[in-house]
């Protein structure tokens, strides 16, 4: 198993430390291995691709660590009531859609390549949460960070639609 691999493995081994930390210890603490967990999402794509090493291992786990990261996140913070539950389930029927799109897609032999609004997505996503998380005193913070994940749903929303559109367009370039 190469690094980046092992980065992608690392992030699904502290997603239930970081739901054990958030729920029983503190959520505070459970910040640093929120940040920990995203920056290895950072990193194993970067290096699988400099050091020319991507795996099937890693096409297939590292987006599935990225959404049960994010939906973790956003399951501890809609219990505990910083966000609202809807924020949740946009974003879980989302992943659920975006999944099942892939798996048909692969069955067809299309791929269709990550795109910038995901991505930024995702960097939303990471300040937008840091915001909220619920380690500092600043309520201008927590509201600043509420309307960045308004932003950052909008924006992952908007990613489906390109991914959906890119899909349809790859399928029919594949039958033409």
């Not at 794509?45 to 956003?74: C, H, M």
């Not at 994940?149 to 909008?154: D, F, G, K, S, W």
Request: with cysteine; charged share 10%; hydrophobic share 60%.
């Amino acid at each position: 198993m190469n690094l980046p691999n092992l980065l992608t493995a690392l992030r699904i081994a502290l997603i239930p430390l970081f739901v054990l930390t958030y729920e029983r210890i503190a959520p505070a603490a459970s910040l640093l291995i929120f940040l920990v967990a995203s920056l290895t999402d950072c990193l194993d794509g970067y290096l699988a691709r400099k050091w020319n090493q991507i795996t099937s291992f890693g096409k297939l786990f590292d987006p599935l660590a990225d959404k049960l990261l994010l939906l973790s996140v956003l399951f501890c913070f809609a219990r505990s009531g910083l966000i609202p539950w809807w924020v949740m389930i946009v974003m879980a029927v989302k992943e659920l859609l975006m999944m099942t799109g892939s798996m048909w897609l692969l069955r067809k032999s299309v791929v269709v390549s990550a795109n910038n609004l995901g991505k930024a997505a995702t960097v939303l996503f990471i300040l937008a949460l840091t915001l909220v998380f619920p380690w500092h005193p600043a309520g201008w913070m927590t509201v600043a960070g509420r309307v960045l994940i308004y932003a950052a749903v909008a924006l992952s929303v908007a990613a489906l639609f390109v991914y959906a559109y890119g899909a349809l367009a790859g399928q029919r370039q594949k039958q033409g």
